[in-house]
């Protein structure tokens, strides 16, 4: 504990130091906001065009996770240095601040780890959000990965939160990667008046008469993803022979579903 000398030179602060803290604080908030509303954005915008790839959207995710903490670390500790009494209450901690930093030490090891494999995985990939995932007998669809877990949708409507530090070690086997196969995703947001059986209808048939279909795999299926007040999200998943085959099935099929849903002839 301080002297009563420290505690007072420690609320004996100029209030010019706390507005400057303060302000510092909004513009990170601001800074953090913009940031993810400028992402949230670009991931609604490639998704209305049936553009956007697994592999984009686990780096965006986790990207903007990463820049929102440095924000704030970078703001905080500006902050802290408008107040030099606080350094004289650090040195009357000092002494007993040995034992707790050890502590602390060997408790965040474990989050520091799931920080460092949530980046790995992030630009590695070896498993991408949208991936259909097998873990200790578990399957799944991966739908977030934050810094710390992963979260996997489990067919029942379950989810399963994966520490990244374990994603990371155990054996996963990635049914969208596959071997020599490629499987195509391609969403479509169809408009709340717009109609979405038809454009199911379209989808199944451009994955039906697309000769890099893989004729000996599951057929192709038309799922919905999310309905909102934007509309409909489907999702159409079928098995190519390569990822070349993928390609172009995914280019046909947002060709076919902007012509049918905005007039936009490719």
Same mark, same amino acid.
Request: some cysteine; overall charge positive.
């Given at each position: 504990?301080?002297?009563?000398?420290?505690?007072?030179?420690?609320?004996? &602060?100029?209030?010019?130091?706390?507005?400057?803290?303060?302000?510092?604080?909004?513009?990170?908030?601001?800074?953090?906001?913009?940031?993810?509303?400028?992402i949230k954005r670009t991931i609604d915008h490639h998704r209305e065009r049936g553009t956007l790839l697994p592999e984009?959207?686990?780096?965006?995710?986790?990207?903007?996770? !990463?820049? *929102?903490?440095?924000?704030?670390?970078?703001?905080?500790?500006?902050?802290?240095?408008?107040?030099?009494?606080?350094?004289?209450?650090?040195?009357?901690?000092?002494?007993?601040?040995?034992?707790?930093?050890?502590? &602390?030490?060997?408790?965040?090891?474990?989050? !520091?780890?799931?920080?460092?494999?949530? &980046?790995?995985?992030?630009?590695?990939?070896?498993?991408?959000?949208?991936?259909?995932?097998?873990?200790?007998?578990?399957?799944?669809?991966?739908? *977030?990965?934050?810094?710390?877990?992963?979260?996997?949708?489990?067919?029942?409507?379950?989810?399963?939160?994966?520490?990244?530090?374990?994603?990371?070690?155990? &054996?996963?086997?990635? !049914?969208? !990667?596959?071997?020599?196969?490629?499987?195509?995703?391609?969403?479509?947001?169809?408009?709340?008046?717009?109609?979405?059986?038809?454009?199911?209808?379209?989808?199944?048939?451009v994955a039906a008469a697309n000769p890099g279909l893989d004729r000996s795999a599951p057929p192709p299926r038309v799922?919905?993803?999310?309905?909102?007040?934007?509309?409909?999200?489907?999702?159409?998943?079928?098995?190519?022979?390569?990822?070349?085959?993928?390609?172009?099935?995914?280019?046909?099929?947002?060709?076919?579903?902007?012509?049918?849903?905005?007039?936009?002839?490719?």
């Amino acid at each position: 504990m301080g002297t009563p000398a420290t505690w007072r030179t420690l609320f004996d &602060v100029d209030i010019r130091h706390v507005i400057v803290a303060l302000i510092l604080l909004c513009l990170a908030g601001v800074a953090t906001r913009l940031i993810n509303a400028t992402i949230k954005r670009t991931i609604d915008h490639h998704r209305e065009r049936g553009t956007l790839l697994p592999e984009t959207t686990t780096r965006l995710q986790v990207s903007r996770r !990463l820049v *929102d903490t440095a924000i704030w670390l970078v703001a905080i500790s500006m902050a802290l240095t408008q107040f030099p009494e606080l350094h004289v209450l650090s040195a009357g901690l000092l002494a007993s601040a040995g034992i707790s930093g050890i502590v &602390v030490g060997f408790a965040a090891r474990s989050t !520091l780890g799931n920080a460092i494999a949530g &980046v790995m995985i992030s630009f590695a990939q070896p498993v991408r959000i949208g991936d259909d995932i097998e873990l200790r007998g578990e399957r799944g669809v991966v739908e *977030d990965i934050t810094l710390l877990f992963t979260v996997v949708r489990l067919h029942d409507g379950k989810r399963l939160i994966i520490p990244n530090d374990t994603l990371s070690t155990e &054996v996963i086997k990635n !049914l969208s !990667l596959g071997g020599a196969a490629r499987i195509a995703r391609i969403d479509v947001l169809v408009p709340p008046k717009g109609d979405a059986s038809g454009i199911r209808t379209v989808l199944l048939g451009v994955a039906a008469a697309n000769p890099g279909l893989d004729r000996s795999a599951p057929p192709p299926r038309v799922d919905i993803i999310r309905v909102d007040e934007r509309g409909a999200l489907l999702r159409l998943t079928a098995t190519c022979v390569d990822p070349a085959g993928a390609d172009e099935l995914a280019q046909t099929a947002m060709a076919r579903a902007s012509e049918r849903l905005y007039g936009i002839a490719w």
